[in-house]
């Protein structure tokens, strides 16, 4: 993932055409540098348009259109120009999620990224919620995340050297404090293997590979 912070920006304008030029050099970069592998993927998927979807994106044709927002609405529901339907839509999203009133913590990131700078490595540990609806056994509303920033980092080892530290620390302290609750949740779920699995998690074995 890219992720690009751009500051004292007046207008959307900029932003689309910083996105443009950076979609640009992508494109032809990719068109220059790699246009055999290209040209396998499009046989090997099926998709004869790929080479000119690149082209046209290199293109100084393309640009980024500034669509209305109720034109973006429709596009994101996938909904005919119907406003009857469009509406519905709406409505059935403007519904509360949770059934009352409440008020929805937001990722400590942004202000991760700032501390960063003067801290080099923070973290924060808290509560945080998601508001879709997404009422399924793979999506949950409610949990706790581990958000890390670390800065002045110069080679993919060290973060999985750090991420290898944090398990181990995770695994011994778990095995070491909730023991019993472990040998529960192993019979309840039957998982005989569950504790054999955060044993070798903390064991001098296990090593993240980059």
């Known amino acids: 993932m890219l992720e690009v912070e ?15 030029r950076l979609l640009k050099y992508v494109a032809k970069s990719v ?28 293109s100084p044709d ?4 500034l669509i209305p927002y109720h034109e973006a609405l429709k596009i994101l529901y996938h909904s005919p120009p119907n406003q009857v339907h ?9 519904e509360e999620f949770f059934k009352k009133k409440v008020y929805l913590s937001v990722s400590g990131q942004l202000h991760l990224e700032i501390f960063s700078s003067a ?16 009422s399924t056994t ?11 920033e670390l800065s002045f980092v110069s080679s993919l080892t060290q ?3 750090f991420l ?35 044993e070798h998690l903390a064991s001098p074995v296990l090593c993240v590979d980059t």
């Open 6 to 20: 751009l500051s004292f920006v007046s207008s959307l304008t900029q932003i689309t055409s910083f996105l443009e």
């Open 31 to 58: 068109l220059m540098e790699h246009s055999e592998d290209l040209q396998w993927l499009s046989t090997y998927f099926e998709e004869p348009a790929l080479l000119s979807r690149l082209e046209h994106l290199a």
């Open 159 to 161: 973060i999985t050297s």
């Open 164 to 198: 290898e530290r944090l398990l181990k620390y995770v695994a011994k302290s778990v095995l070491m404090e909730h023991s019993e609750d472990l040998q529960w949740l192993s019979t309840y779920f039957e998982e005989p293997a569950l504790l054999s699995r955060l």
């Open 62 to 65: 393309f640009h980024i259109p």
């Open 138 to 148: 793979s999506h949950l509303a409610e949990f706790w995340m581990l958000e890390v």
């Open 86 to 94: 469009l509406q519905k839509q709406l409505k059935e999203d403007e």
């Open 119 to 134: 801290l080099s490595n923070v973290f924060t540990f808290g509560p945080a919620f998601r508001a879709e609806k997404a």
